[in-house]
């Protein structure tokens, strides 16, 4: 017997296609309703919208995407316990700002290491710097001078009565300064 090729008819007894319907006809024929939703761009043109359905009233609303118009402080307010709790103390004089910086210890520790001949860190030298350049002007302010006064040495080393002498004076000196 002979081979014969399928064919894609599918003859008299093959499903058979719907015949062919208008697209608007095919909408009454399907029941189900395409349209769904608002027009592309309805956002945008409410004007339009307006214009083709009077009877529709849109209200303006706010887009939501934007966020509160509430002003929003931007600085924190101080807390009321800390304000108080904190006791303002008295201003300090000059003499006792100097006394405080002279006996700082990290101040001594430093002054210490140079002394000794060790090199300090970066930041250990910009913070003695500093300490020294704030206890000059205050010295300067207060009329201190940090070279000690000596009388001219004539090449003689001075005797224990010229130095008994020289403290003696320097003691009435400061008798005078502290009344």
């Known amino acids: 017997m002979a081979r014969s090729k399928k064919s894609r008819k599918g003859g008299e007894n093959g499903p058979k296609q719907a015949p062919r319907v208008k697209k608007s006809e095919r909408k009454a024929i399907g029941g189900k309703k ?3 939703g608002r027009k592309s761009g309805s956002r945008h ?6 214009k083709q359905s009077p009877h529709i009233k849109t209200t303006k ?3 939501p995407r934007h966020g509160s118009k509430k002003p ?3 600085n924190i307010a101080p ?18 700002k100097l006394l405080k910086l002279e006996e700082d210890p990290r101040f001594n520790q430093l002054l210490d290491l140079l002394e000794e001949g060790k090199n300090l860190s970066a930041d250990d030298q910009k913070w003695l710097d500093g300490q020294l350049s704030k206890i000059e002007a205050l010295m300067e302010k207060l ?3 940090d070279a000690e006064e000596l009388p001219p040495q004539t090449g003689k080393v001075a005797s224990d009565d010229d130095l008994y002498d020289r403290f003696e004076t320097g003691a009435d000196v400061l008798k005078d300064y502290q009344s």
């Open 61 to 63: 609303n706010n887009d």
């Open 72 to 74: 929003v402080a931007l």
């Open 79 to 96: 807390v009321a316990e800390k304000t108080e709790a904190k006791v303002k103390q008295p201003k300090l004089t000059d003499e006792q």
């Open 143 to 145: 009329g201190i001078s």
């Open 34 to 36: 395409t349209e769904s």
């Open 45 to 50: 043109n409410e004007a339009l919208i307006e």
